[in-house]
């Protein structure tokens, strides 16, 4: 997940631009080996001259997901070529975790959600409602206590948040318009940060059906299933 509150957030459609992005010559040190001659900006700045720095990108050890660290390599390539500095930082998973959900001192991060509900809306809230956004990080505050689940901040700006959509949804008993409020919420997450799926597993858990009922199976949400919701809907038949 990307960390955009301040800077680069992504416009959704019809709304225009946040921002004024153009290309200029190469400034960057980070872009000295990079197949381009063009370096972005941001309202007339570079990436390091407004993060301090190129864009980080955190990774666990190469050896706990070779794929991904693969993976991580050929993006920051084509970050590169796109005119867009960026560098990895290898830390422990316990190490990113703090620097993520602790400090909220990351650009980037990858890291898999799970244990979410099946039901899609209180993950929403978890993930991406206002509430459970540490509000200190963004204003100086260096609250270092507080872990949240939106390590982002997302909706703690006016111009980008979901909490309605997704207040709706959780107040909201019929099935189908919640799903609908769900989608929506989704939908105006994707467009005001950016998050990037990696993979999206669809576990399945085995079960014997002429012994019980209920079963409802592979029950998707925004991140993965969860077999506890998956376990209390079942019922023995006969």
């Known amino acids: 997940m990307i960390r955009g509150a301040s800077t680069g957030r992504l416009a959704p459609a019809g709304r225009g631009a946040r921002h004024d992005y153009s290309f200029g010559p190469v400034r960057s040190d ?12 941001v309202d007339g700045r570079t990436i390091p001259d407004l993060l301090g720095g190129p864009l980080e990108i ?7 997901s070779p794929e991904r660290s693969a993976m991580t390599t050929d993006w920051i390539e084509t970050l590169g070529r796109l005119g867009v500095p ?8 316990g190490a990113m975790t703090d620097a993520v959900y602790a400090r909220e001192d990351f650009d980037v991060y990858p890291m898999r959600i799970g244990g979410v509900s099946p ?3 209180t993950t929403l809230y978890a993930l991406f409602h206002s509430d459970n956004a540490d509000a200190g990080s963004d204003d100086g505050d260096d609250d270092d206590d507080t872990r949240a689940n939106n390590a982002m901040g997302y909706g703690l700006f006016d111009d980008a948040s979901a909490d309605e959509l997704i207040e709706r949804a959780l107040h909201e008993t019929d099935a189908d318009r919640r799903n609908a409020l769900a989608r929506r919420a ?6 005001d940060v950016p998050v990037m799926v990696t993979d999206y597993p ?4 085995p079960l014997d059906t002429a012994s019980w009922t209920n079963y409802v199976p592979d029950i998707p949400a925004p ?6 919701t998956e376990l209390l809907q079942l019922r023995p038949r006969g």
């Open 30 to 41: 980070a872009l000295a080996d990079a197949d381009t001659d063009v370096e972005l900006r």
């Open 58 to 64: 955190l990774i666990t050890p190469a050896k706990r």
């Open 86 to 93: 960026a560098t990895r930082t290898v830390l422990s998973l």
């Open 119 to 121: 039901f899609a809306v």
């Open 186 to 191: 989704v939908e105006r997450v994707y467009l």
């Open 202 to 205: 669809r576990e399945r858990w």
């Open 223 to 228: 991140g993965s299933t969860n077999l506890a």
